[in-house]
Every structure is written in structure tokens, then in C-alpha cells.
């Protein structure tokens, strides 16, 4: 170790700094190290991410302190780091800040520490109180029920007396006062059931062997484990992970959505008893407290918890000795962060994966059409990623049967519009009068898409962006899902020339399938779960349990109840409207609709009951839809991998897309112009540049958008390119560039 750190600091600047190590800090600095360091007239926070002898700079300032007693992060987190710098090009700083969490980082957050009352060994013998002392006899008497001790204020509570009483046993020596450091533990409340492990059927058998193949070899490698839904993919997840918990290993499983995380706990915590297995299970995703996170991360870093369940961000989860990264529902777009860093955990767990030699997971029954690429082996050349099938339903239960129903044909037997058709109002009957439960899934919040008036034509739209305002009939209101704009919804036609009272609201959301359950279904108990009504972060456990003990009879909800949810008396699923977004301007929209009416699917027939699924849709015969029904993945991949080959979309090239915003649109159409022509001058055959052009949402937030999409079969060329020329263009403060590789929206 030399004495001149490397330091990178927490400021936007995209380079190193060195610093020189003082004689005081010599012991305590290392690789990975979090410190405090002078810059300019004031001090920052930043990282150790190397060493030198000397510095090629005079005058090097000193390191100022040091943040904690052991380095936040090792060499290959900082290598990971950098290697997503560089592929998803932005400054280091920026992805060291989504490596290591802001609870963490900034210092601020602190174990909680209570104060702990105990008797000591002068109580042995009999206690002289004094008269009027009853209250401090209490006192001792619950002490002595309770030989460890007691959390000061839980002893108040059970003796309904002042902390004065306590303090004048301490300074008897009756009792003494310890400061300890209390977990915050999100789950504290819960109480979870041992289990045991699952007998495999010979497909999951099979599929077990190989995932511990892979993990138990020198150089492991990525499996993709296609399995149908209910096929048992995460019982092979459990056991694989038995087996790398017993060579000493640590493991990390990623789900996408924080609706999925109460029931993979259950599930974890339930198999992974700390005391059998000797390790925790940690849990990290957005609902945390900045408490929790701080507690839950530094339960892993300290290697406490052996075992990680969380989101997105728990990729970069410090586990030691990493043996398993699991990616269930691999191909959810959730996975991708909307900020810079633009990453995808999918992708960032297989160069952890990489890096760490532990084997990697990718789950799914519906993969994206990238992994499942991987799989296949082309140009001569094996394919990158292992293939692990699992085609039918764990116990052999039958896969739901899809009944699509075609609206148009609907539209005009009920003679307007409607929420149910009428094949799907009997199923839902049907079930009610079976004590069975029922899904209903539409992927739009709010009652009504639009306000218009048929008089004079008016259209409600958002005043911020390019889009309707969205009716809210339990709020009353109109409001933007896009810039959060709201407004009271009028009586009248707003249009001065009109003020007509006969305004229309058009379209449909969650919040009229609900009005409308009320209204077919009176005695049904119904919920609903989408971000209007999941407000509190222990809501989704809440309405999730009331679902799984059958006081739910109908549940209506958004992506979010897609998938990974099993619950073996849902027996219906209804898709109000499948094609919603089957014809977005977005060469994976036929993608995201295949997967979305597959993976909704899923949710039925888990039980001993056969499932239904009534698909409604003003397009029957598109390709997504006609493979769905079918649960076919295979053909819907044939056919579809063809039309990425002929206009040469990913998989067959890498995308990056950018994005120009600013408040004055002929500004921003004039500097993404300029861009585009340095690129088209510099870039010459390394990519397909198509734009800039304004974006299908043209305005957002006051900011009007032009985008360009390049495609290339050398992705970090490119991205260096991309980095160089804006940094050259030193674009206007009021002209913002970001660039977004391997997007997965081109809205």
C-alpha cells in the first residue's frame, strides 16, 4: 500500500483524485475505504479505489478522516463499478453511488441503541426498599420474571411507572443500565413457520443437477431456467441454495417487483432457519426505512445474513463469498433503472456473476428474447448461456385454459362500451358460487383515460406533457400519471364558448373495474392493488394475506399482481383489455404483451382446480395474442426473432438511445441535430443511427423531448463515442443529454 490514495469522490467529475495517507490513518485505510478529503474550500465524502507510490501532482492534500472501522466496499465491487461506468456510460462517481445506498453512504443513519434494564447481583439476597416502595418492588418483580433484562421502555409500559423509579433503583444497585444496539428488523412482526424441502419431480430433478453443475465448477456459468408457471422453478432455487449455504457460500435472489417480496420472504424465512443454517435472510428494496436499509445491509456486510432477497438494488448487496445469484422473472423491465446509472440487475448480475465466479440463475417462463438468444448457439460458436427446460406444471397440473374473447364482435352485441363481456361475467358468477377466487388485471390506474365533451370537441389534456389528464372518480379529480399534475374534474365543459354539462369520461381503469364489480357483483369482497391505493409500504402484505386466507373473493390490480403470486384457489383470471399496449411505438411492444398475457395467465389453476383465463381483445389474431393462448413460447420466439433479424434490433445488435429535453423545443431540436450530424460524421459503419426526432411523448413535464436510437454490434466503441462528442458539445445548462444503453422504452 503506498502512501497516495486514489480517491473518487461523491462530486460529478469523472476522475480520480489523489490524496496523500496520513502516518494517524495508515492502518486503517484500505481499497474500498470510505473517507473524508478536502476539495476546493470545503470537505467531501468519496472512496479509496487504489494506491500509488507517489503522485504526479503538487501539493497533495492529506485524507482527512476515515468513515467506519472496515471498508464499505471490496476491489471487485469497485471494479463493478467501473465497468458500469464505462458500458452505460456515465461518470464513476455516479455508479459508485448506486453501488453502496445512500443510508449507508452518507453516514448519517446509525444503529438504533436502547437502553436495557437488568438486575444486578446485590438483588440475590432480600431487598431492603423502604416504605412506599411498591412501585419499585414492581419494578423488581418483573425483573426477576425477566432474568436477561429488559428494553427500558417496554419495562415502563408493563409497570405503568416513571423512568424516576428506575433511576432510584440504580443508584441503590439494584438494577443496572446498558446501552445495546437494537436491529431493526422489517419483518419483526411476522411469524414464520419451519419448512422443509419439497419432493422434485424428475424435470425439476433435472434441472437442480445442472444449476449445481454449474456452481459447483471453476468457472461457473449463466443458466437460463425456462420454466412454465407452476412448474416448481422455485423449489430449485431453494435447494440450490441449501447447497451453496452448506459449502460456506453466500447467495443473492433478485424478484422485480416489491409486491413479489412478503410471499419470497415467507418462503425464505420459513426454509432458512438461522440456527440450522447458521445465516440470516436480509431483505432490501425501496419500502425501507432508511433505518432498515442501514440495519439490513450492514447484517449482510457483516456476514450475519448469508442469504439476500430484494429488488433491483440488491445486486450490489455486499455478501461474502458469493456462491448463487438467482434473477427470478429475469425478463421483467423492472429490472432497469430509469436513472443514471441506467442499468439492468439482469445484466449487472451476470458480470457480478463474472466477476465473483458464482453461478447465475436467470428464471422465467417467459424469457426475454435476449437471454433466450443466449442460449442458442450460432456462427458456429456454443451458445453463452445454459438451458435448463421445466414444460410442465409441477404435480403435472394442467396449464389454464385461455379463452380470448373478441371485442369487437362484444362491442356490438352489448351495444356500447363495457368493462365485462359477457363470458367473463359468467365465469366471475361461476366462481363466487364456488367459494373460488378471481384475478382481474388491467395495466391502468384511474377510471377514465379521458375527458372530452362531445359538443365542442374539448379534450382534457395535461398542460405539462403530451398526453390526456386521467379521470379519478374517488378523488374527483383529473390528474397527470406522467408529471403529477392534478386538477378538481369540472361540471362543465371548461371551453368558454361551450360550458356544456354533458362532458364524456372515456376509457377504462382499475378504478371503474372496480365500480363496476360493485355494481355486477354486490356481495363479492373486493380488493384492489395498484399505486393509487398502495400508499403504505406494509399494505401490500396486508391486502396479499387477506387474498391468501380467502377474505378476498376478487382482486383487481395492475402488473403488479402478474406475477409470482401463487395462490392454489384462484381459478379465474380476467385480462380486461390484452392489446392495450400491443401497438405502442416500441419494437418490443409484441414482446411485453406476450409475456404479460403468459405471465398473467400463470396465476390460475395452481390449485386443485382447473384455471380459466378470459382474455378480451380488439385484436384476436395478432401474433402475441395467438401464442399466448397457446402458452407457446417457442413459436412466438421463431416468429418473432425474425423481425429483430430483418431490421437488425436487439438481439442481433446492441441499442442506445438519447434522449435531448429542454424548455425551449427549438433549442433542443437544434443541439440534438447537431449531435446526430457528429455522430453520423464519426460513427461511419459502427452503428444504425435513426433521428433525432421528437419523441412519441413529445413533452414531459414542461420539457419537450427529441430522441435518437443507434444500434451497433460494438457496444462499448459506441458508448465511448456517445461519452466523447458530448463532452465535446458542452450542450447549454437548459439542454439536457442522457443516454440510455439497452433501453428498454423508446417513449
Not at 305 to 315: C, K
Not at 378 to 388: A, C, M, N
Not at 657 to 673: P, Q, T
Request: with cysteine.
Amino acid at each position: 500500500m503506498g502512501p497516495i490514495a486514489k480517491v473518487i469522490v461523491d462530486i460529478a467529475t469523472g476522475r480520480e483524485f489523489d490524496y496523500r495517507v496520513p502516518e494517524r490513518l495508515r492502518d486503517v485505510v484500505r481499497v474500498g475505504s470510505r473517507v473524508r478529503v478536502p476539495f476546493g474550500h470545503r470537505n467531501v465524502q468519496g472512496h479509496v479505489v487504489a494506491f500509488a507510490e507517489k503522485s504526479g501532482y503538487p501539493g497533495v492534500k492529506e485524507i482527512t478522516d476515515v468513515i467506519g472501522e472496515r471498508p464499505l466496499l471490496d476491489p471487485t465491487m469497485i471494479e463493478l463499478a467501473r465497468w458500469m461506468a464505462r458500458y452505460y456510460c456515465c461518470p464513476v462517481e455516479t455508479a459508485m453511488r448506486c453501488v453502496l445506498p445512500e443510508a449507508v453512504r452518507q453516514g448519517e443513519t446509525t444503529f438504533k441503541q436502547n437502553l436495557h434494564v437488568q438486575l444486578t447481583a446485590a438483588t440475590a439476597g432480600p431487598l431492603e426498599l423502604g416504605p412506599r416502595a411498591a412501585k419499585q418492588a414492581l419494578v423488581v418483580e418483573i425483573l426477576k420474571a425477566n432474568p436477561h433484562g429488559m428494553f427500558l421502555a417496554l419495562l415502563l409500559r408493563k409497570a405503568d411507572v416513571t423512568a424516576a423509579v428506575v433511576e432510584t433503583l440504580k443508584r441503590k444497585g439494584i438494577v443496572e443500565i446498558a446501552v445495546k444496539t437494537a436491529e431493526r428488523d422489517p419483518y419483526s412482526d411476522e411469524v414464520f413457520l419451519p419448512s422443509e424441502p419439497l419432493p422434485l419431480n424428475a424435470a425439476q430433478q433435472q434441472a437442480l443437477d445442472l444449476v449445481l453443475k454449474s456452481a459447483d465448477t471453476l468457472e461457473p456459468s449463466v443458466v437460463l431456467l425456462h420454466g412454465v408457471t407452476g412448474s416448481g422453478k422455485t423449489e430449485v432455487y431453494l435447494q440450490a441454495i441449501e447447497h451453496v449455504l452448506a459449502q460456506g457460500k453466500g447467495v443473492i435472489v433478485l424478484v422485480p417487483e416489491i409486491s413479489l417480496t412478503p410471499q419470497t420472504v415467507e418462503r425464505f424465512k420459513s426454509r432458512f432457519n438461522p440456527k440450522r443454517h447458521g445465516t440470516q435472510v436480509a431483505v432490501l428494496h425501496s419500502h425501507l426505512s432508511a433505518g432498515e436499509r442501514h440495519d439490513e445491509w450492514h447484517k449482510i456486510h457483516r456476514g450475519d445474513a448469508r442469504i439476500v432477497i430484494g429488488a433491483r438494488s440488491a445486486v450490489f448487496a455486499p455478501v461474502n463469498a458469493l456462491g448463487l445469484i438467482v434473477v427470478d422473472e429475469e425478463h421483467e423491465t423492472s429490472y432497469k433503472q430509469e436513472e443514471a446509472p441506467r442499468y439492468n440487475a439482469r445484466d449487472v448480475a451476470v458480470v457480478r456473476g463474472r466477476m465473483h465466479k458464482c453461478a447465475v440463475v436467470l428464471g422465467s417462463a417467459t424469457p426475454s428474447l435476449e437471454s433466450y438468444f443466449n442460449t442458442q448457439p450460432r456462427d458456429d460458436q456454443p451458445p453463452k448461456y445454459g438451458l435448463i427446460q421445466l414444460p410442465e406444471r409441477a404435480d403435472h397440473k394442467q396449464m389454464p385454459r385461455i379463452r380470448v374473447v373478441d371485442l369487437r364482435e362484444e362491442l356490438m352485441r352489448q351495444k356500447g362500451l363495457f368493462v365485462f363481456s359477457e363470458k367473463l361475467r359468467t365465469a366471475i358468477s361461476l366462481r363466487l358460487e364456488r367459494k373460488e377466487q378471481t384475478l382481474l388485471f388491467l395495466n391502468r390506474r384511474g377510471y377514465a383515460t379521458s375527458m372530452t365533451c362531445p359538443k365542442c370537441g374539448y379534450v382534457a389534456k395535461c398542460e405539462n406533457c403530451s398526453v390526456s389528464l386521467v379521470y379519478h372518480r374517488k378523488l374527483a379529480q383529473l390528474k397527470c400519471h406522467y408529471c403529477g399534475h392534478e386538477q378538481a374534474a369540472p361540471e362543465r365543459c371548461p371551453s368558454p364558448d361551450c360550458r356544456s354539462p354533458q362532458i364524456k369520461y372515456s376509457g377504462v381503469g382499475t378504478e371503474k373495474i372496480e365500480a363496476a364489480v360493485a355494481k355486477n357483483f354486490p356481495a363479492a369482497r373486493v380488493a384492489r392493488m395498484d399505486s393509487d391505493v398502495m400508499i403504505r409500504k406494509d399494505l401490500y402484505r396486508e391486502i396479499l394475506g387477506a387474498f391468501r386466507t380467502g377474505k378476498i373473493d376478487i382482486l383487481i390490480g395492475t402488473q403488479m399482481i402478474a406475477r409470482g403470486l401463487h395462490y392454489p384457489n384462484v381459478t379465474l383470471v380476467g385480462i380486461i383489455y390484452a392489446d392495450m399496449a400491443l401497438h405502442l411505438p416500441d419494437f418490443r411492444a409484441a414482446e411485453r404483451t406476450f409475456q404479460l398475457i403468459v405471465q398473467v395467465a400463470g396465476r390460475a389453476g395452481r390449485g386443485d382446480v382447473e384455471g380459466e383465463v378470459v382474455v378480451q381483445t380488439f385484436t384476436p389474431f395478432a401474433d402475441a395474442i395467438r401464442h399466448a393462448r397457446q402458452h407457446d413460447f417457442a413459436g412466438f420466439y421463431e416468429q418473432e426473432i425474425e423481425y429483430r433479424r430483418e431490421f437488425h434490433y436487439p438481439p442481433f445488435t446492441r441499442a442506445v438511445a438519447l434522449l435531448f429535453r429542454g424548455r425551449n423545443e427549438d433549442k433542443v431540436r437544434r443541439h440534438a441535430e447537431a449531435i446526430g450530424e457528429r455522430l453520423r460524421a464519426q460513427a461511419g459503419k459502427l452503428a444504425l443511427i435513426a433521428g433525432p426526432a421528437p419523441a412519441p411523448m413529445a413533452k414531459i413535464k414542461g420539457f419537450f423531448r427529441y430522441n435518437m436510437l443507434l444500434r451497433t454490434r460494438q457496444i462499448m466503441r459506441l458508448t465511448e463515442l456517445i461519452a466523447a462528442i458530448l463532452r465535446a458539445a458542452k450542450l447549454p445548462p437548459d439542454v439536457l443529454a442522457t443516454v440510455d444503453v439497452d433501453p428498454l422504452s423508446l417513449l
